[in-house]
Nanobody
Framework: QVQLVESGGGLVQPGGSLELTCAVS????????IGWFRQAPGKEREQLSC????????FYQGDVKGRHTIFLDTARNEVNLRVDNLVAEDTAVYYC???????????????????WGQGTQVIVST
């Protein structure tokens, strides 16, 4: 059974950093692709990044590139998202999701994702 569980959210001051974790179970490392998304209040869900576990190639939304880093913890089978220099606009529920289908060498940004975690809330505020 595929399961994705996010953690690491919380209240952070502007300018701070946060590392979110997506614990992956039921998927084979090297074969899956995971994306990070967020949904801010009153806005549509947007994709932030994705990473192929086959070669750890990552793709980013243009607006977050440079502040976001997606990476694998292969020992723990986790996909982490580090967000630096947080601003109020980063306040959102953050989700990880599994890319639907095979993607050993594809561009996983903008594709279809079919299994989602429950989300973790990030609030950026003083």
């Amino acid at each position: 059974q595929v399961q994705l569980v996010e953690s690491g959210g919380g209240l952070v001051q502007p300018g701070g950093s946060l590392e979110l974790t997506c614990a992956v179970s039921g998927l084979t490392l090297g074969l899956y692709v995971i994306g990070w998304f967020r949904q801010a209040p009153g806005k549509e869900r947007e994709q932030l990044s994705c990473i192929r576990s086959s070669d750890q190639t990552a793709f980013y939304q243009g607006d977050v590139k440079g502040r976001h880093t997606i990476f694998l913890d292969t020992a723990r089978n986790e996909v982490n998202l580090r967000v630096d220099n947080l601003v109020a606009e980063d306040t959102a529920v953050y989700y990880c999701a599994r890319y639907a289908g095979h993607c050993l060498a594809c561009n996983c940004f903008g594709g279809r994702y079919d299994t989602w975690g429950q989300g973790t809330q990030v609030i950026v505020s003083t």
